[in-house]
């Protein structure tokens, strides 16, 4: 058995690679704090960096991390069980005698314990740090009513522990119950630290581990690639890297998004609706400024002051980084995954109302160049169409006008189409502005430029609705501005 194969199965302290700098920070920030929150999602590494900690002050004499299994309690454990199970735990740690408290355990009962096992062991002026995994567990129904109250009351409370007790809650979405509770302390006093994807030369460890040898550039880039650096992917890439050479890439994509399907869909189901409108935004478009979070949030009425919550959680699940400014989605597998997911965005409000200003200006522009011209030329008003627009772009637009009258292949035109509806609308600002024209239109304008930078920044927009792409909010805003303007100008007309 190799050295990282025993890491994909159970935590383990030995191989816990690039981390020991957050480890030594929790503890700092938990001590200081008298609590912390350490938010990973599934697979990231949590259990590993917990154990990590105890491991690193193994012969500290000044702190005492005990690490704590919480799945290991009872389903319907009470908070007197919890505390005995947290006695337990860090009597066998100080390796002291230690019986159950017998009937209700209140604070002050688990204050005198914890107490007596620090004497017992000749650690009385030792900081105790609990690393509590799998924090869930004291957030369940079950266990939240009272538990939380007493447990915050130890950290925070007098007690004759006071100031030499401290807890690490590890999870993930979970931990915002601390948060929300406005009666806690834990959400405005604790530290917060999340964990990040590995760097690529911690991923080089983790192959270097996996007993190939020193890892290739190009391996150590497929495997970031792939997985982006989250720990729990790396580690089963690593397991299999003579599988992803560079002509198997696409196969590996495709077998690790199998192969990891119930993983990957944990995570995309653990993401808050605030996390997950990012994430979409993300995949439509490649990033997101950061700053532009809180807009896109409001714009899809979502809470916009979770914003930074939201880009944390796609940070510490292992799918996001943060580059710069920017937030990229970095982890291909999960990449291919989710993107099977993502439906194309509903228009907002703001959109909509955009498309019909774009449509009525481009048919209010048709109607009174028509009018114009054929109270000026009667009869030969489609020559001074062709004239206005040049020949090579008038015979664009008949032979747009003839394929649309031949789109329908089983129905007849029930109309004869207007040359005009065929007209691009800077080919209708160009009708306008014409020499011969002008004079027709001239009272509607301050001069020809104000015309020609209206439909300029109405065009782009215009053109792109019509292909079905997205366009910046700022950009709509302008447009409907520039459409209402240019409405308003049309209708000047008597």
Same mark, same amino acid.
């Given at each position: 058995?190799?050295?990282?194969?025993?890491?994909?199965?159970?935590?383990?302290?030995?191989?816990?690679?690039?981390?020991?700098?957050?480890?030594?920070?929790?503890?700092?920030?938990?001590?200081?704090?008298?609590?912390?929150?350490?938010?990973?999602?599934?697979?990231?590494?949590?259990?590993?960096?917990?154990?990590?900690?105890?491991?690193?002050?193994?012969?500290?004499?000044?702190?005492?991390?005990? !690490?704590?299994?919480?799945?290991?309690?009872?389903?319907?454990? *009470?908070?007197?069980?919890?505390?005995?199970?947290?006695?337990?735990?860090?009597?066998?740690?100080?390796?002291?005698?230690?019986?159950?408290?017998?009937?209700?355990?209140?604070?002050?009962?688990?204050?005198?314990?914890?107490?007596?096992?620090?004497?017992?062991?000749?650690?009385?002026?030792?900081?105790?740090?609990?690393?509590?995994?799998?924090?869930?567990?004291? *957030?369940?129904?079950?266990?939240?009513?009272?538990?939380?109250?007493? =447990?915050?009351?130890?950290?925070?409370?007098?007690?004759?522990?006071?100031?030499?007790?401290?807890?690490?809650?590890?999870?993930?979405?979970?931990?915002?119950?601390?948060?929300?509770?406005?009666?806690?302390?834990?959400?405005?006093?604790?530290?917060?630290?999340?964990?990040?994807?590995?760097?690529?030369?911690?991923?080089?460890?983790?192959?270097?581990?996996?007993?190939?040898?020193?890892?290739?550039?190009?391996?150590?880039?497929?495997?970031?690639?792939?997985?982006?650096?989250?720990?729990?992917?790396?580690?089963? =890439?690593?397991?299999?890297?003579?599988?992803?050479?560079?002509?198997?890439?696409?196969?590996?994509?495709?077998?690790?998004?199998?192969?990891?399907?119930?993983?990957?869909?944990?995570?995309?189901?653990?993401?808050?609706?605030?996390?997950?409108?990012?994430?979409?935004?993300?995949?439509?478009?490649?990033?997101?400024?950061?700053?532009?979070?809180?807009?896109?949030?409001?714009?899809?009425?979502?809470?916009?002051?979770?914003?930074?919550?939201?880009?944390?959680?796609?940070?510490? *699940?292992?799918?996001?980084?943060?580059?710069?400014?920017?937030?990229?989605?970095?982890?291909?597998?999960?990449?291919?995954?989710?993107?099977?997911?993502?439906?194309?965005?509903?228009?907002?409000?703001?959109?909509?109302?955009?498309?019909?200003?774009?449509?009525?200006?481009?048919?209010?522009?048709?109607?009174?160049?028509?009018?114009? !011209?054929?109270?000026?030329?009667?009869?030969?008003?489609?020559?001074?169409?062709?004239?206005?627009?040049?020949?090579?772009?008038?015979?664009?637009?008949?032979?747009?006008?003839?394929?649309?009258?031949?789109? !329908?292949?089983?129905?007849?035109?029930?109309?004869?189409?207007?040359? =005009?509806?065929?007209?691009?609308?800077?080919?209708?600002?160009?009708?306008?502005?014409?020499?011969?024209?002008?004079?027709?239109?001239?009272?509607?304008?301050?001069?020809?430029?104000?015309?020609?930078?209206?439909?300029?920044?109405?065009?782009?927009?215009?053109?792109?609705?019509?292909?079905?792409?997205?366009?910046?909010?700022?950009?709509?805003?302008?447009?409907?501005?520039?459409?209402?303007?240019?409405?308003?100008?049309?209708?000047?007309?008597?």
């Amino acid at each position: 058995m190799t050295a990282i194969t025993r890491v994909a199965g159970q935590p383990d302290p030995e191989f816990c690679v690039g981390r020991d700098d957050l480890c030594r920070s929790i503890v700092k920030g938990a001590i200081e704090h008298g609590s912390a929150l350490l938010f990973g999602g599934r697979q990231s590494g949590k259990s590993t960096v917990l154990r990590r900690i105890e491991l690193l002050h193994r012969e500290a004499r000044d702190v005492l991390p005990i !690490y704590v299994d919480m799945l290991k309690l009872p389903s319907q454990a *009470t908070g007197s069980d919890v505390f005995n199970f947290l006695l337990n735990r860090s009597a066998s740690l100080l390796n002291v005698g230690f019986e159950p408290l017998k009937g209700l355990v209140d604070v002050d009962r688990f204050a005198s314990e914890l107490d007596r096992q620090l004497g017992a062991a000749n650690r009385s002026a030792d900081r105790v740090v609990f690393l509590l995994d799998e924090a869930k567990r004291l *957030t369940s129904d079950e266990c939240r009513r009272g538990l939380q109250d007493n =447990l915050f009351a130890l950290l925070y409370g007098d007690t004759c522990i006071s100031g030499r007790c401290a807890m690490v809650f590890a999870g993930a979405q979970d931990l915002y119950s601390f948060c929300a509770d406005l009666t806690s302390p834990i959400g405005s006093r604790a530290a917060f630290f999340r964990i990040e994807n590995l760097e690529r030369t911690y991923i080089s460890e983790i192959l270097t581990l996996a007993g190939s040898g020193e890892p290739t550039t190009e391996l150590v880039d497929r495997v970031s690639r792939l997985a982006g650096g989250q720990a729990g992917l790396t580690v089963r =890439l690593a397991v299999r890297a003579e599988e992803i050479g560079p002509a198997e890439y696409g196969a590996a994509l495709e077998r690790e998004k199998t192969l990891n399907v119930g993983l990957l869909r944990t995570w995309v189901t653990s993401l808050t609706d605030e996390a997950r409108t990012l994430q979409d935004r993300v995949l439509r478009e490649g990033e997101l400024p950061v700053g532009e979070a809180p807009a896109i949030l409001q714009k899809y009425q979502k809470d916009r002051f979770a914003a930074d919550r939201a880009i944390d959680e796609l940070v510490y *699940t292992g799918v996001g980084k943060i580059n710069g400014n920017r937030l990229q989605l970095v982890n291909e597998i999960y990449v291919a995954y989710a993107r099977d997911f993502v439906l194309p965005a509903a228009e907002t409000n703001i959109e909509k109302s955009a498309w019909v200003l774009v449509e009525e200006t481009e048919v209010a522009l048709r109607v009174i160049v028509r009018k114009k !011209y054929d109270i000026k030329w009667p009869g030969t008003a489609q020559n001074k169409f062709r004239t206005a627009i040049g020949e090579d772009a008038w015979n664009r637009l008949l032979d747009n006008k003839r394929r649309g009258e031949k789109a !329908y292949r089983y129905s007849q035109s029930a109309f004869n189409d207007e040359y =005009l509806d065929f007209a691009y609308l800077g080919q209708l600002a160009q009708m306008i502005v014409n020499r011969d024209a002008w004079d027709l239109f001239k009272h509607l304008f301050r001069d020809k430029r104000q015309l020609e930078d209206l439909v300029a920044d109405i065009t782009p927009v215009r053109n792109d609705h019509a292909h079905f792409r997205r366009v910046p909010e700022r950009e709509l805003l302008r447009c409907r501005l520039r459409c209402e303007d240019l409405l308003y100008m049309l209708e000047q007309d008597v």
